[in-house]
């Protein structure tokens, strides 16, 4: 049976078309690119505005249209909703992709008899990395590619259950959205905050090598490169770090605590 492929992240999407190829199957796919796991998706299935507003402050100087990107994810979803194919969602165990999941789910209500996926886990990794956290992206094509055969329906329970959650982690539009215990969890800022500053250094670091020791350190967050530097930045105005350097480019700064802000905690 032909599919239309559903994954989260143009490194996922290249792999499992990797995958593809080599199970010679010509089945489309669709990428959706979002992190879903942080920043406000309060508006993210109307306007798109706070949400493409919120990246425009991650990534403040890149060329990335991300209100035209809001836009593409709405009409992808769309067009899922007016094709008859069947659908498989390819998730790992992350919040991004878990939250994926459930508003792909949500979209394609009205067409619950299509909808397959395929849940990847961390004893299927060849590096397991990040805890217990998973991502399609971390997957080979090959192993990919052994689970087209194992693409199963979603059962309307279940069904019911991801598109509930989706609207609940919406209405609630944390600063942050966490998977632990198999459950999307709601948390702050201040959540990463903390772990930043628990491994910020007292001497000047390259910023690239601080943020990538926090990356995998946030329990239930798979974070980005361009999240953590951002939350960086924010600590940098409100005086609990230091920055030296172009404070726009990771590789061209270095970060460390700020003495004075330790010395009157």
């Known amino acids: 049976m032909q599919y239309i492929h559903v994954v989260n992240g143009d490194v996922a999407g290249n792999t499992l078309r990797q995958a593809l190829a080599q199970a ?7 990428v959706l690119r979002d992190d ?3 920043g406000p998706i309060a508006d993210i299935d109307s306007t798109g505005l706070i949400r493409s507003g919120f990246w425009q402050r991650v990534a403040p100087h890149t060329d990335i249209d991300f209100a035209a990107e809001m836009r593409q994810a709405l009409d992808q979803l ?3 909703r007016r094709d008859d194919m069947e659908v498989a969602i390819w998730h790992g165990q992350s919040a991004s992709d878990q939250l994926m999941l459930r508003r792909v789910v949500f979209h394609l209500y009205q067409a619950p008899q299509r909808i397959n996926e395929v849940a990847m886990d961390l004893r299927e990794l060849e590096a397991p990395t990040h805890g217990s956290l998973t991502a399609i992206g971390m997957y080979p094509a090959a192993r990919l590619a052994r689970r087209f055969s194992t693409i199963a329906p979603v059962s309307v329970l279940r069904l019911g259950r991801l598109g509930y959650e989706w609207q609940q982690n919406v209405k609630e539009n944390a600063d942050v959205r966490l998977w632990k215990g198999n459950t999307l ?3 702050a800022y201040h ?19 601080v943020v990538s020791s926090v990356m995998g350190a946030i329990e239930g967050l798979l974070a980005s490169d361009w999240f953590v530097f951002w939350r960086c930045r924010e600590l940098v105005s409100t005086g ?10 990771l590789e061209s700064c270095a970060i460390r605590r700020n003495p004075l802000a330790a010395s009157t905690d």
């Open 240 to 249: 609990q770090l230091e920055l030296r350097g172009d404070p726009q480019s």
């Open 78 to 80: 769309q067009q899922l």
């Open 36 to 38: 879903l796991a942080v």
């Open 185 to 187: 969890v709601p948390a």
């Open 191 to 209: 959540n990463v905050d903390d772990v930043i500053l628990e491994r910020a250094p007292e001497d000047w670091t390259p910023a690239a090598q």
């Open 24 to 30: 010679a199957r010509p089945d489309p796919v669709v």
